[in-house]
Structures are given as C-alpha cells and as structure tokens.
C-alpha cells in the first residue's frame, strides 16, 4: 500500500488527528483525500475534498460512500469519549459511545469494503486506543467501546485479507488534542501520531503501537491483572 497516488477518505477531518490525517495525507501525494465530518463546513485543510458523515447514521455512510467509490484508503478516525461509567452512568450514553466508536467503525468498513475490494483491496485504518487493553475509572465506556473495536478490527482483517485489503489497528496514549485538553499527563504529538500511522500502512503492518506508554500496557495484558491494577482492584476493606 503506497500512500503517494492513494484515493483516502478520513472521518472526523475536522480537528485533531484526522485534520492532521488529512494534511499529511496530502503532504505525501495521495490523488485525492475525502475529508470528512458531521459539520464539512469547519474543515480547513487545503487540497481536500469535504464530505459529510455522521458515523452513527448508516444513511449518511450510504450517501458518501456512493460519491467516494474509489477509495483506496479509509482511516476510522471519528470517535468520542464521554467520561462515563459503566455501573453507575447513563445507559444512553453508554449507548451512545458504543455506536460512535464501535458501530460506526463497523458501518464503515462494511460500506466501503466493496469499493476497497474493486480498487485493488487497498487498506483501512481503525484508529484505537491504550485503553483498547485496560480500564480507568471514568473512562469505563470507552475503554470497553475500543476494546470491542481492536477485536472489531482482528476479525474483519481476517474477512478482508482474501480480498486483498489490509486492515491495520492504530494505538496510543493521550494525544495533544481538544479531545484531551482536560488530561494533565505526558502527551504525544498528532503529526507523529499520523506519521507513524502512514508509515506503518506503508509497511503493511497489521498494528501499529505509537508510544512506550501503550507498548507498556499491551505487555501486561499477557500477565496476572493483579500487577497492573493492584489495590485498586480489589474491595475496599
């Protein structure tokens, strides 16, 4: 999968790391780059193409992929994260979160999959998380929403391998984003966040893991729970 000459469509190209997907994109000399979100009008991003998609909408996923059917890259950007937990929040926002970050994934590849398939196979690219592997009070749908989608992502790599599609799982940490603006810890750049993604398409890798921090806790996802979560794990007294 080469980047130069690639037909890219990205969700949630309005700010953050999709922005800086779809600047990059155009950086590295793809033919034409979809940038896409709920509002196409706040996209700034010289040299794209805007489209509007609402990832939780299959109609709105229908309408694009009927413009954009020579794609040969589709990077799963969009996403939210609400601070809730699972015991004690809201259903609905639960809810909410599971169709954003896990159903609208999957709405997307299963809509342009096909199109992928008849362009060469081409790649996708789900952007995921740290948390895909552990849990964090006040982060408990979240993390169960991008645990579901890597599996979401191991499975339909397999589906689409025998079309020639690679489909590549992209984690870390905290990212210097409006999405963390209120995280007051060590936090990595989107244009190495983006750079590190693209390359690893390039290379055809099947996941790429950004930072030490995400590579940390992957590790201890093959180890006792006990050394990760510790006390906190265990009733209170």
Known sequence: MKISGSIALVTGANR??????????????????????RTPESIDV???????????????????????????????????????????????????ELDTNFYGTLHMVRAFAPALARNGG???????????????PGAGAYAAAKAATWNLTN????????????????????????MMAGYDGPKVSPVDVVRAALDGIEAGKLEVVVDEWSRTVKTAVAHDPENFYGDAAHPAA
């Open 46 to 96: 010289p040299g794209v193409e805007t489209l509007r998609i609402d990832i939780t909408d299959p109609a709105s996923i229908a309408a694009a992929a009927a413009v954009a059917d020579d794609v040969t890259l589709l990077v799963n950007n969009a996403g939210i994260t609400t601070g809730t937990d699972l015991v004690s929040g809201d259903l609905d926002v639960i809810r909410r």
């Open 122 to 136: 081409g790649a996708i690219l789900n952007v995921l998380s740290a948390l895909s592997w552990f849990a964090y």
């Open 16 to 37: 953050g790391i999709g922005r800086q997907f779809a600047a990059q994109l155009v950086e590295r000399g793809a033919s034409k780059v979809y940038a896409t979100a």
């Open 155 to 178: 499975s339909v790599r397999l589906e689409l391998a025998p079309k020639g599609t690679l489909v590549t799982g992209l984690h870390l940490g905290a990212a210097d984003t409006d």
